[in-house]
């Protein structure tokens, strides 16, 4: 029982660190055009280019695919299912439209309003939270899952056969045999 919650807490900081290896991965080229205008001395146009709001709007389409993972990977969700369809709404509404308007505006007009530095950090920040908050609930919901199968697996403590391991073992893989020239078969 006791390496339950440690093996609880190790997968959260396992997520933890693969979700901001997520972030960091999709920003990385970003950073490299801002390092790039830093050296030119344009650093200041970054924030008046489509830069942010295009990473903003990938990192907002992968919030919604983790919220949808979320969604069908558990059907037991009941109450559940309504907030996450208000987070993916929510990404839509707050992330999504915005960043798809200010890169087809910022791409289409040759005076870029100066609020425009504003809003895409802006976007951004709220981007990488929505992006965060959907894997942390599919990774509640697909835990919730793995604890309920764990919590049965422990529940039978007396086994009828003391020869019978302990976990199920998996059906072997079943590959259909190639027909044809090969001399093998």
């Known amino acids: ?14 997520m933890m660190y693969g979700t901001y290896a997520d972030i960091l991965f999709v920003l990385f080229p970003f950073l490299i055009i801002g390092m790039q205008r830093l050296w030119e001395g344009r650093l200041y146009e970054t924030l008046l280019r489509p830069d942010l709001s ?7 389409g992968l ?9 069908v ?11 996450i369809v208000f987070f993916i709404a929510l990404t839509l509404f707050v992330v999504l439209g915005p960043a798809i308007i200010l890169i087809l505006s910022i791409l289409g007009s040759a005076d870029v309003p100066g609020f425009v530095t504003f809003v895409q950090p ?18 509640i919901l697909t835990r ?24 199920p073992r998996p059906a072997p893989l079943d590959l259909p045999r190639r027909r044809g020239n090969d001399s093998t078969v």
């Open 1 to 14: 029982m006791s390496e339950l919650p440690e093996r609880q807490e190790h997968h959260s900081l396992s």
């Open 54 to 60: 295009i990473a903003a709007a990938i990192l907002a």
């Open 63 to 71: 919030a919604i695919g983790k919220f949808v993972l979320g969604l």
């Open 73 to 83: 990977t558990n059907r037991d969700l009941g109450r559940y299912k309504e907030r």
């Open 122 to 139: 802006t976007l951004l920040i709220i981007a990488i939270s929505l992006y965060s908050t959907a894997v942390s609930i599919s990774n």
């Open 144 to 167: 919730s899952d793995r604890e309920e199968s764990l919590a049965d697996l422990q529940d039978i403590s007396v086994r009828p056969d003391p020869r019978e391991p302990d976990m």
